[in-house]
């Protein structure tokens, strides 16, 4: 299985930016999906998850109000519409797939991730 994210690129800060993730083989219909952020020399962090039906997401506080999650059963994708970018969410973004509702990354697949760098 492997997940398979896209759409980020170099934007200008207040921009947006749309990203994607999408599994082969499988749609994890009723699994737990979510993305994270790495950052060079910081740890990966999460940015936001969302469970099977999309009647329950989390944000981080530094995204809260800009990005927003959300997921395709049908097609077995998950999104991230992220509005009024900032230098500070320059990073490697992930997707990730799990069981669990959680902000650690104890999830038990990932994509490969995309570059997202927003210019000042």
């Known amino acids: 299985v492997q997940l398979q994210a896209s759409g980020g690129g170099l934007v200008q800060a207040g921009g947006s930016l749309r990203l994607s993730c999408a599994a082969s083989?499988?749609?994890?219909?009723?699994?737990?999906k979510g993305w994270f952020r790495q950052a060079p020399g910081k740890e990966r962090e999460f940015v936001a998850a969302?469970?099977?039906?999309?009647?329950?997401?989390s944000y981080a506080d530094s995204v809260k109000g800009r990005f927003t999650i959300s997921r395709d059963n049908a097609k077995g994708t998950v999104n991230l519409q992220m509005n009024s970018l900032k230098p500070e969410d320059t990073a490697v973004y992930y997707c990730a797939v799990g069981l669990t509702m959680t902000q650690s990354t104890d999830y038990d697949y990932w994509g490969q991730g995309t570059q997202v760098t927003v210019s000042s």
């Open positions: 083989g499988r749609t994890f219909s009723t699994y737990v």
């Open positions: 969302i469970n099977w039906s999309g009647g329950r997401i």
